[in-house]
């Protein structure tokens, strides 16, 4: 997700992160709140969009105060909760060279966290010729990060310098503050009683109907020989028995509390599956698996409102505890076009681990998750995990569109883009995952 840099963020490539440092509410009282987002009673969550502006002039009795020319940012301020957050910007192709960090204070603590990293490129895209570019206006976004239930934030953008002089940065940046909302069903025991499917959830649903029934939370797991259904739906030269992955466990957008209202009506299919891309998600690790599907929500509504995208990008997502989650709706053993991988999205799956894992290594649940749910899917398809294919690249920074590219069948994020995403810890391990999958495919 973050491509490599031919710089550093040393003071001899960028300029100085400095920013006059707004207290918190423990040295003295908190910016007034910014007006409260406009919320509609039937959509759980929401999102706060704050512009980002020049940073204000420095205190004279603030150490290392000097802002260096062109940086943005937001002083401290008290804002409605949110528990996810990124930037965006309104040229989907421009990148932003330069440091995204961001301090937050928990709600209900009044503890800010230092300043953490937000990871600046997000290569997870839709395909320049895709079908959600077209008449819409998508933007370019950093990796959004979660940090928990929030009611404060500050930021500050750091460009990079070339020759001595500022990068300029991107025109309309804003930070977007996400609150992923609670669903139904955690509404707790004297909730209302859960009221009657409506139409988007129904087809989100139902195209899922052939492996669980309408409504369901989970599609359940099912050994090799008991899924001859998932091969008929996932179009293309089915593989036997023999050779067929046992179905993982998955939890539905149902599940996991998919607001299906917020995504496009329609459905996109490419022709099959003949790959999959494993990424990270870039947002951090600072969650717990009870947290996931909260996680999961905010970045669908990330990509959906903020970077206007037709609904969430990744078409699984994987959990540090190794639980499997339907992404992008469509219907899960059915060639659904994500947008994951600019250049490859067409004939491929996107599957995403939630968490970084550029400095850390991958949970072991995790790794076991990514060769089940790979060992299925490509199964649908009649794919060996260990092979390899040629895939068409439709235009990335790394392969010219129109070029025929070999790619493993199970590949990482970096193999089509120029990225360090999955993450090189991660990123090491899918040899091993190729080869687990391909033994639960009875190889």
């Known amino acids: ?31 007034a709140p910014p007006p409260a987002p406009a919320r509609t009673a039937d959509l759980p969550g929401s999102t706060q969009s704050l512009p980002v502006a020049a940073p204000d002039a420095p205190l004279a009795t603030q150490q290392d105060t000097t802002g260096a020319p062109g940086t943005l940012g937001l002083p401290a301020r008290t804002v409605q909760p949110f528990s996810l957050l990124g930037v965006v910007w309104d040229d989907a192709d421009t990148a932003l060279h330069g440091r995204v960090q961001v301090r937050t204070r928990a709600t209900g603590t009044g503890h800010w966290t230092d300043w953490q990293d937000v990871q600046v490129h997000n290569d997870d895209t839709p395909d320049l010729a895709a079908a959600e570019r077209r008449n819409s206006a998508v933007r370019g976004s950093t990796a959004p990060l979660w940090v928990g239930n929030s009611d404060a934030v500050q930021l500050r953008i750091t460009p990079e310098t070339r020759r001595r002089a500022p990068v300029t940065l991107p025109g309309g940046l804003r930070l977007e503050l996400v609150d992923p909302g609670t669903p139904p069903g955690d509404r707790g025991v004297h909730a209302d009683p859960p009221a009657p499917l409506a139409a988007a959830a129904t087809e989100a649903s139902a195209a899922n109907a052939d492996l669980a029934p309408l409504g369901a939370t989970e599609i359940p797991a099912l050994d090799r020989a008991a899924s001859p259904t998932d091969a008929a739906e996932a ?165 010219a569109k129109g070029i025929k590219v070999k790619m493993h069948a199970v590949s990482g994020h970096r193999d089509g883009f120029l990225t360090d995403c999955p993450g090189t810890h991660l990123y090491n391990k899918l040899p091993a995952t190729r080869l687990a999958a391909a033994r639960l495919q009875g190889r």
Not at 355 to 361: L, Q
């Open 235 to 399: 179009g293309g030269a089915a593989a036997g028995p023999s050779h067929r992955g046992p179905r993982p466990r998955i939890v539905t957008r149902a599940g996991w509390g998919a607001d299906e209202k917020l995504r496009e009506k329609s459905f996109i299919y490419t022709k099959t599956v003949r790959a999959a891309f494993v990424h990270h998600s870039g947002s951090g690790n600072n969650y717990s698996c009870a947290q996931a599907p909260s996680l999961i929500r905010a970045m669908y509504r990330f990509h959906v409102r903020s970077n206007h995208w037709r609904d969430i990008g990744y078409n699984f997502l994987i959990d540090k505890c190794g639980t499997v989650y339907e992404g992008r709706a469509g219907g899960v053993a059915k060639p659904v076009m994500g947008a994951h991988t600019l250049g490859f999205n067409n004939d491929s799956t996107g599957i995403a681990v939630l968490g970084t894992f550029t400095d850390t290594e991958p949970p072991k649940p995790a790794l076991n998750a990514i060769s089940r749910l790979t060992a299925w899917k490509l199964g649908l398809s009649g794919l060996d995990p260990r092979g390899t294919v040629a895939l068409l690249s439709g235009g990335s920074n790394r392969y």
């Open 1 to 31: 997700m973050r491509p490599f840099l031919a710089s550093c963020l040393g003071a001899a490539c960028t300029a100085a992160l400095a920013l006059p440092f707004a207290p918190d509410a423990a040295a003295g009282p908190a910016a």
